[in-house]
């Protein structure tokens, strides 16, 4: 594919192409993009690895440039780095070098214009206005004195050049001199040029020493005067980073201490509530960037867009743009702003947040003999093998799922936004976010037993509340059901299906997650990726999430495509990398997700897309213009010594607390998994086999009644023909799909205290 001619580079300008760098004599000469900007030569695999992965950077005002044929150059700065480069062609071989040229030459005039020098100059930063501009005063003097003398430079050069070329021309008529009168004429002459050239050359001489002189008279002077700046920026950064340190202490500590009852809330103020979001999709003096690129043949790219798509974005993003602006503006209510507001009612208390323990005692070593157990286990469903606590952790695999709401926020900002396509960001940005705690997190969940049930009530906290059950034993599938004050419902049903493979786990999560939000009837669906843990017999365990997702509303017919992308040992993408692509029902790309499954996401704003370069196997791949960049979401920080608390997470640390009023069938009241908590491994292990035991003598007793009743003239029913207590299985006419919805019944039984119908499982 030819690369479009460039211009002739000018000074100052940026140059960028391809060139071939040679790598080593297995590969040679490889094809790389090269970008001169700023006196500085940088290198990458690829256009797009321009906003994230530089290769190689030499300066070039320490340089030396050869050229070694028609199409070959090298440039090195002395032996640290040599880059032996090669055109296309000669022109283009020509243009850069040309380019290099006129860079250097910059480069080295701009290092001379830094040089700080002079003794004389005080050390101390100026202190006020009067006394920086007296060194503007200084500088700007030096410079004209500088510059005086680089025109005489210049006129002296003009004049060498001048009367250098009339004594060429003397010697060479010199040479065809044959009848001897001419002879003396002639050697007057070049006599004449060559003292006029000494002279001009002395003047050169004396102008440069000049030069020389008064460069390092500065040299000290500017010096000083530069790390007195730098001193200072880093002073300042240190101050600014202190702040934001105890800012957002403050704010925490505020936060943690009180809420604001329901009645209480200023529906203008809630408008505006929620966390801080960096940014505004809108802004117009954002600059623009480059963003990561895939390099699979289904990959994209993405760069800057025009900067008249800026001035605009006001007006094009509306949601996201309302959205972050309010967050910028959240509201803090402390006692100021309390008593300036003549509608609060100042005799009303606040309602103190309960405070949720932060630590469980630290994990106990105890030695497994692996091998004893799992030479049994080699194909064998994971459900099915009799695993010890030592390879748990003390928690139900329905309170994983329950994590998935650590970043709840993500949906109550989805809930705000006007527009579909920007709810579907956050919607995409939850779906990612609930495998960040999985990064650290080796231990198997326990197995609820079936009619286990498990309720999250965070209503006066975070204003929601969840219940999960597990419905179904063989095949093990658990229903969840969450609600929240801010407008959105989230169910899903997962059933998963796992293998032993001998090196390592996979783990297939079955089912689906939808999320409905009531005020734009939106009803969005997914379904989860494939989870990996490596190094089961040898090695330290690491977990890998693999596959892609692809988040459907089903009201407006809006996508989004996420792609996980499984762990390489020879990939050059960052670890554990997401992308996705937020498209219409037609197909038209409005936003580009990209970030990473434990650390962070971002989205972009596409202005416009065309179709780019081909990609490793020949497929076309896609460009697409954005605006800079916003983060959307970011992991929390684990607590401290999270370590040695099975990698939990700060909402994870409180799943297991007791809570009063829950159901007989929660599992904070289950005893083997509370005994592992509390360190007791061996008495965990006993009763977990009690549990199963009993468990089982329960299936094959509900399975003989199936039986009995199926020998009865009614219709036959399956031999397991266990119900759910509060979810039944239903079709949705939406997505299409099967599963366990909630059907109410469980928060009324809870204010009652009426649990009399609820099975004897522990």
Known sequence: MSEPKPPTPTPGDMYKGWLFKWTNYIKGYQRRWFVLSNGLLSYYRTQAEMGHTCRGTINLATANIAVEDSCNFVISNGGAQTYHLKASSEVERQRWITALELAKAKAVHMQAESDDSGDDCPAAPPTSGQSGGCRNLEIQSTLRTLGSKVEDLNTCNDLIVKHGSALQRSLSELEGIRVVGEMGEKMRQVTERATLFRITSNAMINACRDFLS??????????????VERDQRIRLEE???????????????????????????????????????????????????????????????????????????????????????????????????????????????LEPVRQRRTRIPDKPNYYLNLWSIMKNCIGKELSKIPMPVNFNEPLSMLQRLSEDLEYYELLDKAAKCQSSLEQMCYVAAFTVSSYSTTVHRTGKPFNPLLGETFELDRLKDCGYRSLCEQVSHHPPAAAHHASSEKGWNLRQEITLAS?????????????????????????????????????????????????????????????????????????????????????????????????????????????????????????QRTVYQTLKAKEIWRKNPLPEGAENMYFFSSLALTLNEPEEGVAP?????????????????????????????????????????????????????????????????????????????????????????????????F
């Open 499 to 619: 293998k032993f493979r001998g090196k390592y786990l996979s783990i297939m999560p079955l089912g689906s997650i939808q999320c409905l939000f009531d005020k734009s009837d939106n009803h969005y669906s997914w379904k989860k990726v494939t989870t990996t843990v490596h190094n089961i017999i040898v090695g330290k365990l690491w977990i890998d999430q693999s596959g892609e997702i692809d988040v459907v509303n089903h009201k407006t017919g809006d996508r989004c495509h996420l792609k996980f992308a499984p762990y390489s040992y020879f990939s050059r993408d960052v670890p554990r990398k997401v992308t996705g692509v937020v498209a219409d029902k037609d197909g038209k790309a409005h936003y580009v997700l990209s970030g990473t499954w434990d650390e962070k996401m971002e989205f972009s704003r596409i202005m416009q897309s065309s179709k780019g370069e081909n990609g490793t196997e020949g497929k």
């Open 665 to 761: 069938t929660d599992c904070r009241r289950r005893p083997d998994q509370k005994l592992m908590e509390d360190g007791r491994w061996d008495e965990a292990n006993a009763e977990k086999q009690r549990l199963e035991e009993k468990q089982r003598t329960v299936r094959r007793e509900r399975e003989r009644e199936a039986v009995k009743a199926a020998s009865s003239p009614e219709e036959g029913t399956h031999p397991d023909n266990y119900t759910a207590m509060w979810f039944e299985k239903l079709d949705d006419p939406v997505s299409g799909e099967t599963l366990h919805v909630y059907k109410g019944g469980y928060w009324e039984a809870k204010e009652q205290g009426g649990w009399d119908m609820c099975p004897d499982l």
């Open 239 to 349: 101050t600014l980073e202190q702040l934001a340190k105890q800012h957002n202490h403050l704010e925490r500590a505020f936060r943690g201490a009180t809420v604001l009852p329901p009645s209480f809330s200023n529906p203008a103020l809630a408008n505006k509530g929620g966390g801080p979001v960096k940014g505004d999709a809108s802004d117009e003096d954002d600059d623009n960037e480059f963003f990561d690129a895939m390099e699979d043949p289904a990959a994209f790219i993405t760069v800057p867009a025009d900067p008249k798509y800026h001035r605009r974005s006001g007006s094009n993003i509306s949601g996201i743009s309302s959205e972050t602006g309010m967050d910028d503006q959240s509201v803090n209510f402390d006692e100021q702003s309390l008593a300036s507001n003549p509608e609060s009612p100042q005799t009303l208390e």
């Open 214 to 227: 008064l460069a390092q008279s500065q040299s000290k002077r500017w010096q000083k005067a530069l790390q």
